[in-house]
């Protein structure tokens, strides 16, 4: 018996090329600036938001695909990323309802504890004009 695969032979310098162009493309959306435009019939913003998932998407199918060699691999790894998806998903569903009604406040002691200082600073300063600098 033989155990030869019937693998198409892969260039792996054309999958590296095509990641550098996805770089350069998730650069230059970087650069370009459409925040503020309406672009067909799309806020800037998302526009922009989706251009750069696209990218991603497509340099991480690049990754998986080639360089991970999934494209050469059976049914099986339906089966071994199921759990990961379930999990993935339920984590967010689990999540959203204290994401949704702001559970956690954006409060921070040690900033009240800096403008009660800077305040405190001030008054004195105020009262004592020679010991407004720093010793």
């Known amino acids: ?8 032979y892969v260039k792996y310098s054309s999958i590296f090329f095509a990641l550098c162009i996805c770089t350069v493309l998730s650069i230059l959306f ?8 309406n672009i067909i019939g ?5 526009l922009l938001a989706l251009l750069v998932l696209a990218v991603a998407c ?5 990754v998986l695909i080639y360089f991970m060699h999934l494209k050469f691999e059976g049914k099986w790894k339906y089966v071994l990323l199921s ?4 999990l993935a998903m339920g984590l967010t569903i689990a999540m959203t309802p204290d994401i949704g009604i702001h559970y956690y406040t954006n409060e ?9 200082a ?4 001030a008054t004195t300063d105020a009262l004592n004009p020679e010991k407004s600098h720093v010793e």
């Open 118 to 121: 800077r305040q405190t600073a």
């Open 58 to 62: 497509a340099k991480a199918l690049f």
């Open 42 to 46: 799309m806020n800037g913003v998302v």
């Open 83 to 86: 759990p990961t998806i379930i």
């Open 108 to 116: 921070a002691p040690q900033i009240d504890y800096l403008e009660q």
């Open 1 to 8: 018996m033989s155990d030869q695969h019937d693998h198409a």
């Open 30 to 37: 970087d650069v370009i600036d459409l925040k503020g435009k």
